[in-house]
């Protein structure tokens, strides 16, 4: 299936778990706005009684973490441009917060996709959805072909009734993920598929289940989920419904984007490659999953991200600090960490 070779592409970290808006990017291949230096010089409160053009820089501006992931993804071909909400965190709130500090024009929002059925990123959805409605509504006195479209909704055919993690002694249940019942009534279209599928004019690709074929990456350790027909938690290690988004930005090759790479971040991109027809893999972003790995696991996944030539390395979520420390110390420069509040230009 063709994908359609983009000029450009930006990110928006509308989630993600840690926060730092005073260091700056060390890659010279990527773009990075959103910390206190943009937030003051940009920021809307005017303080004449403090000098002339004095600016006030609020607290109130900074962007909150949450344990989750949401990427407002925009891809962009000549004089159009498509935005796909990648995920969106793990409660209303959080992503409801962060959206207006950010100020998003939540109108260019055509699809939302979710990585994965597991509430860190599928909590804030409801919200969203009706955030992103309301303001398409709004936009409708000067109307764009994305404000004018239903939002769709891409979502993996199998909703399991909870999802959690084996404890010592007992299940461990993370809370429901919204149904697609539910996402119908708050005003969405949805559209669900387990194969690899285009969409938004082929700008972006849509993954169907992901190949394992790496010997270190096994999935969710302990992972479960409840059967409510059966009344039964069965094992769920595999999260085999996670699906990555890619994009072939021109002249530099596949960047993608994976929720939290239960399948693994080298199986996911080299899926990708596969997917891409050649294309070479150019980034990598969005929750890698080892922040709990044993070293071994973080030292090949980062030898093999070095075999695939990886340019940008966006690790968030819950990669955790060890496999930034190795990507910086064995790919030095590479390194993105991934903020929330954070843009993203490619």
Same mark, same amino acid.
């Given at each position: 299936m063709p994908l359609t070779e983009i000029d450009s592409l930006s990110i928006v970290a509308i989630i993600d778990n840690e926060l730092d808006p005073i260091s700056p990017c060390q890659n010279s291949l990527v773009t990075q706005t959103g910390g206190i230096r943009e937030l003051g010089v940009f920021s809307p409160h005017d303080a004449p009684d403090r000098g002339e053009g004095a600016k006030e820089f609020r607290m109130s501006s900074i962007c909150c973490g949450a344990h989750g992931l949401s990427l407002m993804i925009t891809a962009t071909k000549g004089d159009k441009s498509h935005t796909l909400l990648?995920?969106?965190? =793990?409660? !209303?709130? @959080? &992503?409801?917060?962060?959206?207006?500090? +950010?100020?998003? #024009? +939540?109108?260019? %929002? !055509?699809?939302?996709?979710?990585? *994965? &059925?597991?509430?860190?990123?599928?909590?804030?959805?409801?919200?969203?959805?009706?955030? %992103?409605? !309301?303001?398409?509504?709004?936009?409708? /006195?000067?109307?764009? =072909?994305?404000? @004018?479209?239903?939002?769709?909704?891409? +979502? *993996?055919? /199998?909703?399991?009734?909870?999802?959690?993690?084996?404890?010592?002694?007992?299940?461990?249940?993370?809370? @429901?993920?919204?149904?697609?019942?539910?996402? !119908? #009534? %708050?005003? @969405?279209?949805?559209?669900?598929? #387990?194969?690899a599928h285009t969409v938004l004019d082929d700008f972006f690709q849509i993954s169907g289940e992901i190949p394992r074929v790496t010997p270190y990456e096994l999935g969710l350790r302990r992972g479960i989920r409840f059967v409510s027909e059966k009344k039964a938690w069965e094992s769920d290690e595999l999260i085999a419904d996670e699906r990555l988004v890619m994009v072939n930005l021109k002249g530099k090759g596949i960047v993608v984007f994976t929720g939290c790479s239960h399948a693994g971040a080298i199986n996911a991109s080299k899926h990708a490659v596969a997917l891409g027809n050649g294309a070479p893999l150019y980034a990598v972003v969005g929750g890698y999953h080892l922040a709990d790995a044993e070293p071994a696991q973080i030292q090949a996944t980062v030898d093999a991200f070095a075999a695939l030539d990886a340019k940008i390395l966006i690790p968030g979520h819950c990669s955790g600090w060890r496999v930034k420390q190795e990507i910086e110390r064995k790919m030095p420069g590479v390194l993105v960490p991934g903020f929330v509040g954070c843009k993203y230009v490619l």
């Amino acid at each position: 299936m063709p994908l359609t070779e983009i000029d450009s592409l930006s990110i928006v970290a509308i989630i993600d778990n840690e926060l730092d808006p005073i260091s700056p990017c060390q890659n010279s291949l990527v773009t990075q706005t959103g910390g206190i230096r943009e937030l003051g010089v940009f920021s809307p409160h005017d303080a004449p009684d403090r000098g002339e053009g004095a600016k006030e820089f609020r607290m109130s501006s900074i962007c909150c973490g949450a344990h989750g992931l949401s990427l407002m993804i925009t891809a962009t071909k000549g004089d159009k441009s498509h935005t796909l909400l990648f995920d969106t965190g =793990p409660e !209303e709130s @959080a &992503w409801e917060r962060n959206a207006k500090r +950010l100020r998003c #024009d +939540l109108s260019t %929002i !055509e699809l939302v996709h979710l990585s *994965h &059925w597991h509430r860190d990123h599928s909590g804030g959805m409801l919200r969203a959805i009706q955030m %992103i409605n !309301e303001a398409k509504t709004a936009s409708k /006195a000067a109307p764009s =072909p994305s404000s @004018a479209s239903p939002l769709v909704v891409d +979502l *993996h055919p /199998a909703r399991p009734d909870y999802r959690g993690f084996m404890g010592p002694e007992a299940a461990v249940s993370f809370e @429901a993920d919204p149904t697609f019942t539910e996402i !119908e #009534d %708050i005003g @969405a279209k949805v559209s669900k598929s #387990d194969q690899a599928h285009t969409v938004l004019d082929d700008f972006f690709q849509i993954s169907g289940e992901i190949p394992r074929v790496t010997p270190y990456e096994l999935g969710l350790r302990r992972g479960i989920r409840f059967v409510s027909e059966k009344k039964a938690w069965e094992s769920d290690e595999l999260i085999a419904d996670e699906r990555l988004v890619m994009v072939n930005l021109k002249g530099k090759g596949i960047v993608v984007f994976t929720g939290c790479s239960h399948a693994g971040a080298i199986n996911a991109s080299k899926h990708a490659v596969a997917l891409g027809n050649g294309a070479p893999l150019y980034a990598v972003v969005g929750g890698y999953h080892l922040a709990d790995a044993e070293p071994a696991q973080i030292q090949a996944t980062v030898d093999a991200f070095a075999a695939l030539d990886a340019k940008i390395l966006i690790p968030g979520h819950c990669s955790g600090w060890r496999v930034k420390q190795e990507i910086e110390r064995k790919m030095p420069g590479v390194l993105v960490p991934g903020f929330v509040g954070c843009k993203y230009v490619l």
